[in-house]
């Protein structure tokens, strides 16, 4: 479990070299940052929370970046893939990938393809009912083997599954079963292997996930 040593971002900073990965707390709305379609989709939120989320995770996206890349917020172009993840139009050597957890909104920033999720161990009581259905047999089992640690052992898993399928670009819909935390082999993802790291934050949980080893080098508070 990774211990994180937040740091304030400086105004600007080198990208990522190869098995690094930032990691981000974005916690300013600057909606000003924001283009005319993300503001638009920014309005049509009816829950509070939701909204402040978005607002955090995509003008903090557009700061970042732009630390990163010696633009303008406002300049940073975004682009999604088929499944709907976003990706960088300026650069293609820096990538990133996002999660919420209520308003709390973190992101990682790697030189190659990289997944992370955050959860709240407080939000799911069902996580046996969830791991028989959802989790391969082995996983179920280990959970239920864990006793009074059952709920650490799922969400342990289940961030692990959702980072990884974050990295591949699937997402949820890809199918916890294709991502397995803990085979023969270790965490894979379809069979191809996936390194992952976990970490702690203000009482939430939340994996990292890369198809290259890495190091979380730097984290940092926006």
């Known amino acids: 479990m990774l211990n994180p040593q937040f740091i304030k971002a400086p105004h600007s900073l080198p990208m990522p070299s190869s098995g690094e990965v930032h990691i981000w707390v974005f916690a300013q709305m600057a909606s000003g940052y924001l283009s005319a379609s993300e503001q638009a989709r920014a309005d049509r939120f009816i829950n509070q929370v939701a909204r402040e989320a978005f607002l955090k995770g995509r003008s903090g996206l557009r700061e970042a970046c732009s630390r990163y890349l010696g633009i303008a917020p406002g300049d940073v172009a975004f682009g999604f893939s088929d499944e709907g993840k976003p990706y960088l139009v300026n650069a293609d050597s ?57 709920r650490d052992v799922f969400f342990r ?41 976990h970490f702690a934050l203000d009482g939430q949980v939340g994996a990292i996930a890369s198809f290259l080893p890495f190091e979380v080098n730097v984290w940092l508070d926006l």
């Open 157 to 197: 898993m289940w961030t692990a599954k959702e980072a990884m399928l974050k990295l591949s670009g699937a997402g949820i819909a890809g199918g916890l079963e294709a991502a397995v935390t803990d085979g023969p082999q270790g965490a894979h993802l379809d069979g191809r292997p996936v390194y992952v790291e």
């Open 94 to 150: 820096l990538h990133f990938n996002l999660s919420h957890c209520g308003s709390q909104v973190v992101a990682a920033f790697a030189s190659e393809q990289v997944g992370i999720d955050l959860e709240s161990p407080a939000r799911c009581e069902d996580f046996h009912g969830i791991a028989k259905r959802f989790f391969c047999r082995s996983e179920s089992i280990q959970i239920e083997e864990s006793g009074a640690r059952g």
